[in-house]
T-cell receptor, first 112, second 116 residues
Framework: GENVEQHPSTLSVQEGDSAVIKCTYS??????FPWYKQELGKRPQLIID?????GEKKDQRIAVTLNKTAKHFSLHITETQPEDSAVYFC???????????FGRGTSLIVHP | NAGVTQTPKFQVLKTGQSMTLQCAQD?????MSWYRQDPGMGLRLIHY???????DQGEVPNGYNVSRSTTEDFPLRLLSAAPSQTSVYFC???????????????FGEGSRLTVL
């Protein structure tokens, strides 16, 4: 089955800095890579996703890059703000199914 | 729309007891799923369904049963609760399950279960 590794498990930055979270996956047939944000005590919510025919996608301060050859993808957050503090999960689809397997999460802490 | 509704939000069980976590969605989504979230373990898929009458196992199905008699409802049953099933459970749905283009997951608020 699909295996998704996510690093780091904890990331602490100063407000205004950039943050990068990296993930690798094992199934070369995976074609969908979403990122979810979970604030403390809340449900996970999709913040951005990318499909395998695209190398990079941006949405305001958030960007995701995908390297299919190396089987890794990354989340980039620029100009971080305290409200970006949350747990971020990467995921990769099980084959071509769009059913995601999640990484273990990264706790991002943005210090004012 | 209420979205994805889970009940109960909190539950305490004794070892060996059974219970059902309820999940309902009003978005006419074909795909529904159950995840458990444990500290440092991410979200692990328990069972999923791509439409009424169709269910399948995920990564950690042992000790859980599901059924999908309607598009709206996807209950998760714990047959004989064990302390290892102490966790936060999330139900999630997505449109167009049977076409295998599920895309974004919409999560419920979660159900915190403690098994003593």
């Amino acid at each position: 089955g699909e295996n998704v590794e996510q690093h780091p498990s904890t990331l602490s930055v100063q407000e205004g800095d950039s943050a990068v979270i990296k993930c690798t996956y094992s199934d070369s047939a995976s074609n969908y890579f979403p990122w979810y944000k979970q604030e403390l005590g809340k449900r996970p919510q999709l913040i951005i996703d990318i499909r395998s025919n695209v190398g990079e996608k941006k949405d305001q301060r958030i960007a995701v890059t995908l390297n299919k050859t190396a089987k890794h993808f990354s989340l980039h957050i620029t100009e971080t703000q305290p409200e970006d503090s949350a747990v971020y999960f990467c995921a990769a689809s099980i084959g071509g199914s769009y059913i995601p397997t999640f990484g273990r999460g990264t706790s991002l802490i943005v210090h004012p | 729309n209420a979205g994805v509704t889970q009940t109960p939000k909190f539950q305490v069980l004794k070892t060996g007891q059974s219970m059902t976590l309820q999940c309902a969605q009003d978005m006419n989504h074909e795909y529904m799923s159950w995840y458990r979230q444990d500290p440092g373990m991410g979200l692990r898929l328990i069972h999923y369904s791509v439409g009424a009458g169709i269910t399948d196992q995920g990564e950690v199905p042992n000790g859980y049963n599901v059924s999908r008699s309607t598009t709206e409802d996807f209950p998760l049953r714990l047959l004989s609760a064990a302390p290892s099933q102490t966790s936060v459970y999330f139900c999630a749905s997505s449109p167009r399950g049977q076409t295998l283009n599920t895309g974004e997951l919409f999560f419920g608020e979660g159900s915190r279960l403690t098994v003593l």
